[in-house]
């Protein structure tokens, strides 16, 4: 699978702009704020439908525009497919697949997976776990449609049961409660179980890619951590029964579960250096790249945003050299330093093509 084409009109500091990409190594290199970011955005709106950074649409849209629009043509496999993401203040946002618009946008999640590694992933080691289920959620939502469906029952659900727990009781509160936690254990032990087979099998090929980028210098895990390890869901909820009802919210369930990451045993976010968190997590995301290959049939497009931040020069091109092989397809790089790239890129047979980035203007150069 790759990108051919990429047509943007106001979208974020880029008014207009028409690029053809090769199907190897697409590099685009600029200063700082010029607009590299936003256009690796852009190809993640394509195939999620939402930015990567945490804005909202509106936030996406051009200062004094009233929408955008992203359109994309793509190769996948033996078929072309061309999407459009558009939104225009006021009236929402829409999605189309070869001109007819999705009823509902979770039915174009998982048709073009792309891998970002970007500076953002820092909050995976250094904020809470909702960061770090949200990681899963997203790798899951685009391998698994059932799960998506489980997570958003289990939300609503729980949802509920908060609310319920906040009302003053009523006669029929326990009735309604035990409704609530039978569904409430059949969407959790589901989502539960497909998280745990994920992290499992991820955990080998992480620790794959780290050695390789490491020279195989320390040693690094993840596992799955969750209540429901040890014990029932249903065990869970009867024995938080009481706190529940003081606190006024669900204490237990998988929406407090979290990954664990060790470097050597320790906690990788007390005992790693800068270099060796952003190497466990490019190998993170490696592996996510090649659990969504094996499981789709075909290699999701590479977002390589400001990867040369916080690594020396042997990891970026061991990194480099990883990913110019044929286990991975169409990459888009990003970097502020065209002489750090030329060097890097230099010796390597892969196809590229080279970007300029200028205030939100795009040249293609070679």
Same mark, same amino acid.
């Given at each position: 699978?790759?990108?051919?084409?990429?047509?943007?009109?106001?979208?974020?500091?880029i &008014?207009?702009?028409?690029?053809?990409?090769?199907?190897?190594?697409?590099?685009? =290199?600029?200063?700082?704020g010029?607009?590299?970011?936003?256009?690796?955005?852009?190809?993640?709106?394509?195939?999620?439908?939402?930015?990567?950074?945490?804005?909202?649409?509106?936030?996406? *849209?051009?200062?004094?525009?009233?929408?955008?629009?992203?359109?994309?043509?793509?190769?996948?496999?033996?078929?072309?497919?061309?999407?459009?993401?558009?939104?225009?203040?006021g009236?929402?946002k829409? *999605? %189309?697949?070869?001109?007819?618009?999705? #009823?509902?946008?979770?039915?174009?999640?998982?048709?073009?997976?792309?891998?970002?590694?970007?500076?953002?992933?820092?909050?995976?080691?250094?904020?809470?776990?909702?960061?770090?289920?949200?990681?899963?959620?997203?790798?899951?939502? +685009?391998?698994?449609?059932?799960y998506?469906?489980?997570?958003?029952?289990?939300? &609503?659900?729980?949802?509920? @049961?908060?609310?319920l727990?906040?009302?003053?009781?009523?006669?029929?509160?326990?009735?309604?409660?035990?409704?609530?936690?039978? +569904?409430?254990? #059949?969407?959790?032990?589901?989502?539960? /179980?497909?998280r745990?087979?994920? =992290?499992?099998?991820?955990? !080998?090929?992480?620790?794959?890619?780290?050695?390789?980028?490491?020279?195989?210098?320390?040693?690094?895990?993840?596992?799955?951590?969750?209540?429901?390890?040890?014990? !029932? $869901? #249903?065990?869970?909820? @009867?024995?938080?029964?009481?706190?529940?009802?003081?606190?006024?919210?669900?204490? =237990?369930?998988?929406? %407090?579960?979290?990954?664990?990451?060790?470097?050597?045993?320790? !906690?990788? &976010?007390?005992?790693?250096? +800068?270099?060796?968190?952003?190497? $466990?997590?490019?190998?993170?995301?490696? /592996?996510?790249?090649?659990?969504?290959?094996?499981?789709?049939?075909?290699? !999701?497009?590479?977002?390589?945003d400001?990867?040369?931040?916080?690594?020396?020069?042997?990891? =970026? @091109? @061991?990194?480099? &050299?990883?990913?110019?092989?044929?286990?991975?397809? +169409?990459? $888009?790089?990003?970097?502020?330093?065209?002489?750090?790239?030329?060097?890097?890129?230099?010796?390597?047979?892969?196809?590229? %093509?080279?970007?300029?980035?200028?205030?939100?203007?795009?040249?293609?150069?070679?």
């Amino acid at each position: 699978m790759y990108l051919q084409r990429l047509s943007l009109i106001h979208f974020k500091n880029i &008014r207009e702009a028409d690029l053809a990409f090769c199907g190897k190594l697409n590099c685009l =290199v600029g200063d700082n704020g010029t607009g590299k970011t936003n256009l690796i955005d852009a190809i993640h709106y394509l195939s999620l439908c939402k930015s990567a950074f945490n804005l909202t649409d509106g936030q996406s *849209v051009n200062h004094g525009a009233d929408f955008f629009t992203i359109e994309g043509k793509f190769t996948l496999g033996q078929s072309r497919e061309e999407i459009t993401c558009a939104f225009k203040k006021g009236g929402g946002k829409i *999605v %189309r697949r070869n001109g007819k618009e999705y #009823e509902k946008l979770s039915e174009h999640i998982g048709l073009l997976p792309v891998v970002l590694v970007s500076p953002s992933d820092t909050s995976l080691i250094h904020e809470s776990g909702e960061d770090r289920r949200k990681f899963l959620n997203t790798l899951l939502s +685009q391998l698994d449609r059932e799960y998506l469906h489980a997570l958003i029952r289990y939300n &609503r659900i729980l949802a509920e @049961r908060n609310k319920l727990l906040k009302q003053l009781w009523s006669g029929n509160f326990e009735e309604i409660l035990e409704v609530l936690d039978r +569904q409430l254990i #059949e969407a959790g032990e589901r989502v539960y /179980a497909k998280r745990r087979e994920l =992290v499992e099998k991820l955990a !080998p090929i992480v620790e794959k890619y780290y050695a390789v980028l490491s020279d195989d210098r320390e040693q690094v895990q993840i596992a799955y951590k969750s209540e429901l390890n040890e014990t !029932p $869901f #249903e065990e869970l909820l @009867r024995g938080a029964y009481e706190k529940d009802r003081i606190l006024q919210h669900t204490t =237990v369930g998988i929406h %407090r579960d979290d990954i664990r990451m060790t470097i050597g045993g320790y !906690p990788l &976010r007390k005992y790693g250096s +800068q270099g060796e968190q952003k190497s $466990f997590l490019v190998a993170l995301k490696l /592996a996510q790249f090649e659990v969504i290959a094996d499981h789709s049939g075909y290699k !999701p497009i590479l977002l390589l945003d400001d990867i040369f931040d916080k690594l020396d020069m042997e990891r =970026v @091109r @061991r990194l480099i &050299r990883l990913v110019s092989d044929d286990r991975f397809g +169409q990459i $888009f790089i990003t970097d502020s330093n065209k002489v750090r790239l030329d060097s890097i890129l230099q010796g390597l047979d892969p196809e590229f %093509r080279l970007f300029t980035v200028e205030d939100g203007v795009l040249s293609s150069v070679q």
